[in-house]
């Protein structure tokens, strides 16, 4: 009820008589001796002290030497379909332990209030969508890659969105929030191709809906294969792009995308050449409407200035004679 009616003051005064009185734990601050120091001031010197050396500690000059896993894939055995329904399967249970921890994390908001914005006008039911960071029913059956992005990590998506993609040049903005994204998690290999290949699926993604789904809204039923027809796709292509984020290592995850031989790449590419070929066609071949235009209307210019000139010089050879 507290945490329905977002009343701050009044839920921390419920959670504090549930909690019951606390009391500091008799743990006393010790010099490097381990002589007991009672002088705060002293004491507060010597967590200075504490914090400085971690973080002036360095860095270890020769690390210890550890084994790479083997690259040989088992799935380089299988047939098309079993690896695809290998990697499927595989992925669909790696990104539970992103929603279980996410889950957590929401239940954890929602039990003190923090994601609360209101309720439903037709239900009544609470709604904690400030805190909310997945939709598991997106995110599996997403029918464009966008929609994917959008429910996964709701919480940075917005952040990225809001903070460099909103702010960035339109014609580069896609490809440089999947960079800082990619940044954003660390220096291994496999996050910058996972990142820029999902860059390349999303401006192809964007492409595709935009000229081929206005073809498919004539009628019910072929809408409703073109949405699963694209949910298909979107899950190949997230399953795919996303082997690399959990190999890390650059060798690794090229050796996994040869596995199905950069298929979804070539696809990607091809559709963007095609794409920008046609566009190039129409520019060219308006430039080179215009340029006749601009030719026949000069010309045409150029004639009627001769016949005026012509009929100027023929008037003023009557008049002088």
Not at 46 to 59: D, Q, S, T, Y
Not at 85 to 92: C, D, H, N, Q, R
Not at 135 to 143: A, R
Request: hydrophobic share 40%.
């Amino acid at each position: 009820m507290v945490a329905r009616e977002g009343n701050t003051r009044q839920l921390y005064g419920t959670t504090k008589k549930l909690a019951g009185s606390y009391r500091k734990p008799e743990r006393p601050v010790k010099s490097k001796e381990g002589e007991v120091i009672t002088n705060i001031d002293e004491q507060q010197n010597r967590w200075v002290e504490h914090f400085k050396g971690l973080l002036n500690r360095p860095a270890l000059l020769n690390p210890p030497n550890i084994e790479a896993e083997p690259t040989d894939l088992p799935i380089n055995n299988y047939s098309m379909l079993h690896r695809i329904l290998y990697v499927t399967i595989s992925l669909f249970l790696i990104r539970q332990k992103y929603y279980f921890a996410w889950g957590l994390a929401e239940v954890n908001g929602v039990a003190v209030g923090a994601g609360y914005t209101g309720q439903c006008p037709r239900t009544g039911a609470t709604l904690n969508h400030n805190i909310r960071n997945f939709d598991f029913i997106k995110v599996e059956t997403g029918i464009s890659l966008k929609h994917v992005i959008d429910a996964w990590n709701i919480s940075t998506t917005r952040w990225l969105r809001e903070t460099f993609y909103d702010r960035l040049p339109s014609a580069y903005r896609t490809i440089l929030v999947f960079i800082i994204s990619a940044f954003w998690h660390g220096f291994y290999p496999g996050y910058y191709i996972m990142f820029l290949s999902f860059a390349l699926f999303t401006m192809t993604s964007r492409l595709w809906h935009r000229h081929c789904r206005q073809y498919f809204r004539r009628n019910y039923l072929s809408s409703q294969l073109y949405s699963v027809f694209t949910m298909i796709i979107t899950n190949l292509i997230v399953n795919y792009g996303q082997a690399a984020f959990h190999l890390l290592d650059f060798y690794s995850s090229l050796k996994f995308l040869r596995t199905f031989y950069f298929i979804p790449h070539l696809i990607a590419v091809g559709i963007l050449f095609i794409y920008f070929s046609k566009v190039c066609i129409i520019k060219l071949s308006l430039k080179y409407q215009l340029d006749i235009k601009r030719f026949d209307y000069d010309k045409s210019n150029d004639d009627k200035s001769r016949k005026l000139s012509i009929s100027s010089n023929h008037d003023r050879g009557i008049g002088g004679h």
